[in-house]
């Protein structure tokens, strides 16, 4: 312990709280020239904070507001190529190359940095050696030398680790960055246990030291990740969708009643579940969160409710079996199209755009099947979140879509798509004639294989 402890003392050679400085500087070899943006970080959102043109030296420089909170923070150079930094009141200085921004990175100055990559890169490896003993754990004969090895290793790896985070922890207590590895830890895993029991012990025990209550890493990625880990203990490729919206359920359940000690992180779970779940249209999970968990910050009064709450209560209004809430869009000549006045035996509401790609390539089929009809008992009503009045009707003359065409021209600002909690196109639903959500197909082979479930088509 004494041994590890002169080692980090050695390799962080700066003091983390010099309160001093709020400069980051830095040198990005082969970037002369480009824009580098710094934006802050709350879970996966990234708000833009400032940025600077990298000078014919390769250097950059940013000077941070007097209140800067603490938290993780990102400079890239586009969506793909980004090095994520620790703020803590520190001064930092860095070196890297600009084809591997965070893989290259060397930090001259902050401490707080130099320990988070120091933890980060050694987890990495650390991960991926545990990775590869696991197989060997599983399938290796048990009296073989080779498996013994294997099982002294596995525990070894895990053991040095924890050693390792409790030795920074002792060093540096108030680190921005031990909170965020405290948080990422996983169990300790035996490496006697079966596949079936090793995954049994992780669910039980995932959570066990986690801090519920640090809402200082809500400006970061952490909670996001821990959330995505433990859901991954749920998830399995063999599933159907019915049975891991059942093993998603399990999962939210646990980890949401553990963090209501806080409201704060709860918010931001609950949040980030809603928001998740609704992307992949795991609507029985998403249905089962708005029965069951409520925004801990709203209130009963209609007008003070929140944003979060209000999109609760509407998944409970989309999901099938319930009557399709009405709405009201204007058509291409802005005349009002109103849902419930269509009177067809079927109705299929798309929520789409001419800028979507997905949309763009499934209309066309959407179409065929549309004029196959005999005798018609299907109507379509798409609702454009286009912004663009030319893109819109383009698309549509140009497809010859000649069905019930909507649009508020206002995108994802649109009465109708905060009626149906639209965040992604294409979004379905098919009705029937009394306008009752019988399914909600993710794509055309989806939308297939429900009409056919009420015989529209040949099976």
Avoid at 88 to 97: L, Q, Y
Avoid at 197 to 224: G, P
Avoid at 340 to 351: D, G, K, P, R, V
Wanted: charged share 25%; net charge positive; aromatic share 12%.
């Amino acid at each position: 312990m004494k041994t590890i402890l002169f080692i980090i003392f050695i390799f962080f050679t700066g003091h983390l709280f010099s309160q001093t400085g709020n400069t980051v500087h830095g040198e990005i070899r082969n970037s002369s020239g480009k824009k580098i943006f710094l934006s802050s970080i709350y879970g996966e959102k990234y708000t833009l904070m400032d940025s600077t043109v990298v000078d014919p030296s390769g250097h950059i420089a940013f000077t941070l507001k007097p209140g800067t909170p603490e938290g993780l923070y990102r400079i890239s150079t586009g969506k793909e190529k980004y090095l994520n930094l620790v703020l803590n009141h520190e001064n930092i200085d860095f070196v890297t190359d600009s084809e591997s921004l965070a893989d290259s990175v060397r930090f001259l100055s902050s401490s707080e940095n130099q320990c988070y990559y120091f933890y980060m890169r050694m987890d990495r490896k650390n991960q991926a050696k545990l990775e590869i003993l696991v197989p060997v754990l599983d399938y290796y004969p048990e009296k073989d030398a080779f498996y013994s090895l294997a099982v002294r290793e596995f525990e070894a790896i895990q053991k040095r680790q924890k050693t390792v985070l409790d030795s920074i922890s002792l060093l540096y207590p108030d680190s921005y960055s031990v909170r965020i590895f405290r948080l990422q830890q996983a169990p300790f895993i035996q490496a006697g246990m079966s596949k079936e029991e090793r995954m049994k012990w992780l669910k039980d025990h995932f959570l066990d030291q986690i801090n519920f209550k640090d809402t200082l890493l809500l400006r970061s990625d952490a909670w996001v990740n821990k959330a995505v880990s433990y859901l991954s203990l749920f998830s399995n490729n063999r599933y159907s969708q019915k049975q891991l919206e059942t093993e998603f359920i399990k999962a939210v359940t646990i980890i949401l009643s553990a963090a209501t000690v806080n409201p704060d992180v709860y918010k931001f779970l609950l949040d980030y579940f809603v928001g998740g779940f609704d992307k992949y249209h795991f609507d029985a999970v998403i249905t089962y969160i708005a029965d069951n968990f409520q925004d801990p910050f709203s209130c009963e009064d209609q007008a003070r409710k929140t944003n979060l709450q209000k999109k609760l209560e509407n998944f409970k209004k989309i999901s099938v079996g319930k009557i399709a809430p009405d709405i009201e869009v204007p058509d291409i000549k802005g005349r009002p199209i109103r849902l419930s006045a269509i009177s067809s035996e079927y109705t299929l509401l798309i929520f789409w755009s001419s800028q979507c790609s997905h949309c763009v390539e499934m209309m066309p089929k959407v179409k065929q099947l549309y004029d196959k009809q005999k005798p018609k008992r299907l109507e379509v009503l798409t609702v454009s979140l286009d912004t663009n009045r030319k893109a819109w009707t383009t698309f549509i003359s140009n497809e010859k879509l000649n069905w019930l065409n909507a649009s508020e021209l206002k995108g994802f600002n649109s009465k109708s798509t905060d009626e149906y909690n639209i965040y992604a196109t294409p979004t379905m639903f098919l009705l029937d004639r009394g306008k009752k959500i019988l399914s909600k197909p993710i794509s055309y082979r989806e939308l297939e294989q429900s009409l056919r479930e009420i015989n529209f088509l040949d099976q």
